[in-house]
């Protein structure tokens, strides 16, 4: 349970929310598509898990398995970032209270550049956001006031978040959203289901990024990286809480925007979506759902 004594100081800026083929080979030459582009943000790494630069002619996007067009590739460097910092405040997480804080602390600063805007969201079975956007200085008072106690409820958690603060409609002005969660991956408590909440995020258009906490379980960490990888974002399992925020920045520094035009009319309804690329050890995290207005 998030603590009275948090409630009291921060009382003025949370308030508490309810839970709730692979294709081989020559390709014919696609023809042009009167259907309107889809965008998709996506991360490029290496081998060893740094950012790379994806070639566009290397880029090939399927959707429900049909070629589609790729028309378009650039860097999402100069697009403003709205985040949600979301931190595991349940009783698991008790051990590593003071290099969560440190480490929360950190990497809100760090996404807090340029015009980018953050909300921070403490949680167990309930989930407390900010009502704004914060300053690093107000995160970090927040974040030194925290208590940990409770059971987890992570997926509620990422779900009211993409739909009462990160939402489309919303914010019309930040086409470029995301999620960064620090916990063990661990849900014991939700009433959505690891499927759904991708589902929530994808159609909201919010990436998720994760820091996995010290001696998370193997199923836990099994979770951050789904839910990270379908959805665009990445995962950072296996470092230190201090040592994962560098690459955790340099991945949502390097973001990439894509852009396709898919040979299925809008149907308003769920498609697959696989992007590949032809680029020797580059990897993409892109989601694994699109859906066609």
Request: hydrophobic content about 40%; some cysteine.
């Amino acid at each position: 349970m998030i603590q009275r004594a948090f409630y009291l100081l921060c009382s003025a800026l949370f308030l508490c929310t309810a839970s709730q083929n692979q294709v081989t080979g020559q390709e014919a030459p696609l023809q042009p598509s009167a259907n309107p582009p889809v965008q998709v943000y996506l991360t490029a790494s290496g081998k060893d898990g740094s950012p790379v630069i994806p070639a566009q002619s290397g880029l090939s996007a399927f959707v429900d398995k049909q070629p589609a067009q790729v028309t378009s590739l650039h860097s999402a460097k100069e697009d403003k970032l709205l985040f949600a910092l979301l931190v595991d405040t349940s009783t698991s997480q008790a051990p590593n209270a003071e290099s969560i804080r440190k480490a929360a602390t950190l990497l809100f600063q760090g996404l807090s550049t340029g015009g980018n805007q953050g909300y921070l969201v403490a949680f167990d079975t309930q989930a407390l956001m900010s009502n704004r956007p914060l300053q690093p200085s107000e995160a970090r008072d927040a974040l030194n006031s925290l208590k940990f106690g409770g059971a987890t409820s992570l997926h509620d958690a990422i779900g009211d978040t993409c739909t009462r603060i990160l939402s489309r409609s919303k914010n019309p002005d930040f086409p470029r959203r995301a999620i960064f969660l620090i916990t063990d991956g661990e849900d014991n408590q939700s009433r959505i289901s690891h499927t759904k909440v991708e589902e929530i995020a994808v159609t909201e258009g919010v990436e998720i990024f994760s820091l996995a906490t010290p001696h998370s379980a193997s199923s836990g960490k099994r979770n951050l990286n789904e839910v990270s990888n379908n959805t665009g974002g990445k995962a950072i399992l296996d470092k230190k809480l201090e040592e994962g925020i560098e690459p955790l920045l340099a991945a949502i520094h390097s973001q990439w925007v894509l852009s396709l035009v898919p040979s299925q009319a809008p149907d308003k309804k769920w498609h697959s979506l696989v992007i590949e690329t032809t680029q020797q050890d580059v990897f993409l995290s892109t989601p694994a759902k699109i859906f066609l207005h």
